[in-house]
């Protein structure tokens, strides 16, 4: 998968675990499937807009302390 799903992965779990929530709480919260979330953290799937709000609003944060910069060169 790109680089871009990794670091998007690895900001919501580092987000997740600052908020102390495991996976199954951040699902409950969220509303999607423990599974889909721990392979949206591992990078080897690309999350919807839609996902990644309910995400967001399940970690009470905004879509931009999830989303990485995006590498032009």
């Known amino acids: 998968m790109s680089d871009f799903a990794k670091k998007l992965g690895k900001n919501i779990k580092m987000m ?9 709480e951040l699902s409950f919260m969220s509303g999607l499937d423990q599974s889909y979330l721990s392979r949206v953290e591992n990078g080897t799937v ?20 999830l989303v990485p ?5």
Request: glycine residues 0%.
């Open 69 to 73: 910069e995006i590498d032009e060169s």
């Open 16 to 24: 997740r675990v600052m908020k102390d929530n495991n996976q199954a």
């Open 46 to 65: 690309n999350v919807t807009v839609i996902k990644l709000c309910c995400i967001a609003k399940a970690l009470d944060c905004n879509l931009d302390e």
